[in-house]
């Protein structure tokens, strides 16, 4: 194994691949904000999302503590990227002035389309492979004033038909990944190197993948 050469540096962000999901609130008239989010982390059925205090999603969650959690996928980066300089905060804080503007349907400005939710008030984005209703738990500042740390608890979680395992409740990693936002550039997942000796999903993972394998020989056999 070979040892790189260090040295230190400061890089204005820690973005260090970290998934994108997109948060749906409750804004005060009844109306709903889409937001994206790239400081989230699930803790068993609890999932922790870093937000800026100034944000529309922080004040709705202080005010009405439901929402979405949007799992996005690869294909929805254009998506996501429509929605990156855009906020629901009116007017809009002076801190954020010089790079984001004010936008009362992020829906139609993303190009996604709200879906009824279960538990919630707040929609899920139907193109989502997955989707998590939730409910706030528990809130701490922290940077000095300038974020929040929001606790979740899951309440329900809806998977696309297609990343499901055949007769399980396992999301299949072999179908599905989540959209990873790398130091301010958005990345898919690398093919898989390996599984946890955890997994729940590995021999459905070696089955799909020898078959796919198989496949591929098999056409490249009628080709020639």
Not at 45 to 60: D, K, P, W, Y
Not at 147 to 163: D, K, N, P, T, Y
Not at 185 to 193: F, I, N, S, T
């Amino acid at each position: 194994m070979t040892i790189d050469t260090h040295r230190v540096v400061r890089p204005n962000i820690l973005y260090f691949g970290t998934p994108v999901v997109l948060l749906t609130t409750e804004n005060g008239d009844g109306t709903f904000n889409l937001a994206p989010v790239s400081s989230a982390w699930a803790l068993g059925q609890h999932v922790v999302l870093g937000l800026g205090t100034e944000s529309r999603t922080a004040h709705n969650l202080a005010e009405r503590p439901e929402l979405v959690i949007n799992v996005a996928s690869p294909e929805l980066w254009e998506h996501v990227e429509r929605l990156a300089p855009l906020t629901g905060a009116h007017p809009v804080p002076e801190s954020k002035r010089a790079a984001y503007r004010y936008e009362r349907d992020k829906f139609a400005a993303a190009g996604l389309t709200p879906a009824g939710s279960d538990l919630v008030a707040p929609p899920r984005v139907a193109e989502c492979a997955l989707q998590l209703e939730a409910r706030v738990r528990g809130t701490t500042p922290g940077g000095e004033g300038l974020f929040l740390s929001v606790e979740c608890e899951v309440l329900r979680v809806h998977a696309a038909e297609r990343i499901v395992v055949p007769g399980t409740h396992h999301i299949d990693p072999a179908v599905w990944s989540p959209l990873i936002y790398n130091f301010r550039h958005y990345h898919g997942l690398a093919p898989e190197v390996g599984h946890g000796f955890r997994s729940e999903t590995a021999e459905t993972t070696e089955t799909t993948e020898a078959a796919e394998a198989a496949e591929a020989a098999e056409a490249a056999t009628r080709v020639a």
